[in-house]
């Protein structure tokens, strides 16, 4: 944690300031300390470079496994590809120039692939997540001067009415209890004039088949279906197999990706979350619309994405 830091966040229970008690500063880097709330008096510790608003990773247990497990497999910067780059560009419709010395927060950091964009650009990115995720997502990009991490939940973020300049929120708000309520939670800390943008899965018939499997996949340990979801990664051969293909592709849907990891990676983030909702285009936009933003902007890859996927940006007026 930066010492910076301390002029964005407040005390999740009653907005008061926080005060920074620090134990081990390692350059310009809190590794361990305790954040105080100046109003209420309850307590975070920073623990390994992280202020941990919550101290457990409650129904996303699955992501902290996942994030740590495959921390490397979709950061550009380690790999040496523009894959992030290009997904964020595309599914929020954001250029370098858009988000560069702005203050953006990153609802649902996962290992960090979005907000490793978002700083290269230039601008100062919050990453959050309820999960483990954390650790994986600062090794990664943590000690960056223009990167913050925090362990928070969506529903209790320990920041003021109106800090962010922009905001996106790429595959989480699903994976929430309620999804409608996670966007209402957020839409308060951007402010007016600020762009918000979400990525959500779309209801539709590809997964009808998922939602089977998933019935028994929620419940299996997690180990076995980091094993299990290996299958994923010679079925690709099988599904460029014509007819077949798609047949066990609707019976058995699986990660295609051509890079072995991503779909191993992808078909465990698909079985395993406890919840995952799907929307509809009309569904999502109305939550924009009675928030108050405008000129929405939806974003497809012009290969079908939006039959699966919703890619949804608004202004805040
Ligand atoms: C599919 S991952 C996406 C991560 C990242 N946005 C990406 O695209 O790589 C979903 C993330 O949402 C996080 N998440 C789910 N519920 C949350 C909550 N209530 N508060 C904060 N994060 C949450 C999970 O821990 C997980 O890391």
């Known amino acids: 944690m930066k010492k910076r830091l301390i002029e964005i966040i407040v005390c999740p229970e009653c907005r008061g300031e926080l005060s920074l008690n620090v134990t081990l500063l390692e350059g310009e880097e ?8 100046k109003g209420c008096g309850k307590s975070y510790p920073v623990r390994d470079y992280i202020p941990r608003f919550v101290s457990m990773d409650k129904y996303v247990d699955t992501f902290s496994f996942e994030w740590n497990k495959f921390y490397d497999v979709q950061m550009d910067i380690i790999n040496n590809t523009d894959e992030s780059e290009k997904t964020l560009r595309w599914k929020a419709g954001w250029r370098p120039e858009d988000l560069k010395g ?4 990153d609802i649902g950091v996962g290992s960090g692939r979005f907000a490793d964009i978002v700083s290269m650009w230039g601008g100062e990115v919050v990453g959050i997540d309820l999960s483990f995720a954390v650790d994986a997502a600062y090794k990664n990009i943590g000690n960056r001067h223009n990167v913050h991490i925090i362990q928070a939940d969506i529903f209790n973020l320990p920041f003021r009415k109106e800090t962010f300049d922009n905001m996106y929120s790429i595959g989480v ?8 309520q996670a966007f209402s939670k957020v839409v308060p800390l951007l402010k007016k004039g600020g762009e918000f943008a979400v990525f959500l899965y779309a209801l539709g018939h590809y997964h009808y088949f998922s939602d089977i499997w998933r019935k028994i996949t929620t419940r299996l340990p997690i ?7 290996a299958v994923a990664v010679p079925l690709y051969y099988i599904h460029k197999i014509p007819f077949l293909g798609k047949a066990a592709q609707f019976l058995l849907p ?3 990706w051509s890079k072995w990891k991503w779909r191993w990676l ?6 395993t979350p406890k919840y995952q ?3 509809t285009w009309s569904e999502v936009y109305r939550w924009f619309k ?11 890859d012009g290969k079908d994405s939006a039959l699966t996927q919703i890619c949804m940006k608004g202004k805040k007026i």
């Open 254 to 256: 699986t990660a295609n």
């Open 266 to 271: 992808d078909t465990f983030d698909w079985y």
């Open 290 to 300: 009675d928030a108050g933003f405008r000129d929405m902007e939806l974003y497809d």
């Open 277 to 279: 909702w799907k929307h």
């Open 30 to 37: 809190v590794k361990d300390g305790l954040l105080a709330c």
């Open 102 to 105: 702005k203050l953006v927060l």
């Open 173 to 180: 708000l699903h994976h929430t209890h309620d999804t409608r």
């Open 223 to 229: 180990k076995l279906m980091y094993y299990l979801s």
